[in-house]
């Protein structure tokens, strides 16, 4: 969708798989329909907001943007699902995209009650939710504070930064109080190290990412989404 | 078509209802604040499915797919970090389906992008 946002969720209501499929627009982003009720669902937040099961809701995970190369890399193991329509590898998939889509049509538009004029509607950036706690990171500040901003949400250190081969934006929890690329590598003044999809400690052993939830996106579409939402302010 | 819409639900779904009940959790909205109304009217609701969803039902190592130049290493991945496991889908295929969903192990797992 224009938004470019995406998430990855569990489609299990009351003990049965449910089959969904996008069905429109509301708020200029894409939602989702299930053909076992008919529902309507928020395809960002996994909420059911009208039809048989308003109110109830899918639990919702990351769903990262990266390269082949760079996921190779993170892990070799990796599988892949691959559908029959045709891939078009041409550029970066990410850049085409907010190259070519600088705009709403008036079939989105006409979907939006208000828009949130904090930032501009197309902006493009990263917003991050845990709890009540939502924040937006334009991709702009991130670019001109040296590709990583370090911050707080929900009272944790957030390591917010471009991810080297696919350009997009991407968060991870870390308890620094900087950081900084240096080779390729994002050294964190804790002494920790992400390179390569992967995190290390200050002694090189492998950690576990922790990340808040997040999509990669444009203003409109978050702001929507979380109305309440902070904004980063370098 | 939004009238095609509401007639496929039953009657007492087809009225406008508030996006959650207060009290219970909400993600897209600050603490003490009242969650927005999904305005019907306001959405576009198509009769049929807009785009064919992706059914998964069988995934192979992306290092063999790189292999066999079915994907390139610049070619632009999503992968889902679900509980059921990691997964990647091609996103230039996820620009055209939208949804995407199957299982890991029998774990039921979803895509909406």
Not at chain 1, 127 to 151: F, Q, R, T
Not at chain 2, 38 to 63: I, K, M, S
Request: proline share 4%.
């Amino acid at each position: 969708m224009v938004c470019n946002t995406g998430v990855s969720l569990t489609p299990f209501v009351d003990g049965m798989v449910h089959h969904f499929e996008s069905r429109g627009l509301y708020n200029g982003v894409s939602i989702l329909w299930d053909e076992e009720t008919g529902t309507i669902w928020n395809h960002i937040t996994g909420e059911a907001v009208y039809g048989p099961l308003a109110g109830a809701r899918l639990p919702v995970y990351n769903l990262l943007h990266t390269t082949v190369e760079a996921a190779l890399e993170a892990d070799s193991d990796l599988e892949i699902a691959i559908s029959e329509r045709p891939i078009r590898v041409e550029g970066n998939f990410l850049e085409r995209v907010f190259e070519r889509l600088t705009g709403l049509n008036d079939r989105f538009q006409g979907t939006m009650a208000r828009e949130d004029t904090r930032r501009p509607t197309m902006e493009v950036g990263i917003g991050v939710w845990d709890g009540d706690a939502a924040k937006y990171y334009a991709m702009e500040d991130v670019l001109d504070a040296g590709e990583v901003i370090v911050d707080r949400l929900s009272g944790r250190g957030l390591v917010v930064y471009v991810e080297p081969t696919s350009r997009a934006l991407a968060a991870l929890y870390a308890n620094a109080a900087g950081a900084r690329w240096e080779d390729g590598e994002l050294r964190l003044d804790t002494g920790e190290v992400f390179r390569g999809g992967e995190f290390f400690d200050e002694s090189g052993e492998r950690q576990e990412i922790e990340r808040p939830l997040q999509v990669f996106t444009r203003w409109y579409g978050f702001a929507l989404t979380f109305p309440e939402t902070e904004i980063y302010e370098p | 078509m939004l009238d095609g819409w509401k007639r496929a639900l039953p009657a007492a779904a087809a009225v406008p209802i508030v996006m959650l009940a207060a009290g219970r959790e909400l993600r897209g909205q600050a603490a003490g604040e009242e969650a927005p109304e999904f305005e019907v009217e306001r959405a576009y609701l198509a009769d049929e499915t807009l785009f064919v969803p992706f059914l998964v039902e069988g995934t192979e190592p992306l290092a063999e797919a790189l292999r066999d130049g079915v994907v390139e290493e610049e070619t632009s991945l999503l992968v889902m970090e679900h509980r059921a496991g990691r997964l990647a889908l091609v996103t230039d295929q996820m620009a055209y389906h939208h949804v995407a969903q199957g299982d890991i192990s029998g774990e039921p797992w979803m895509v909406s992008f």
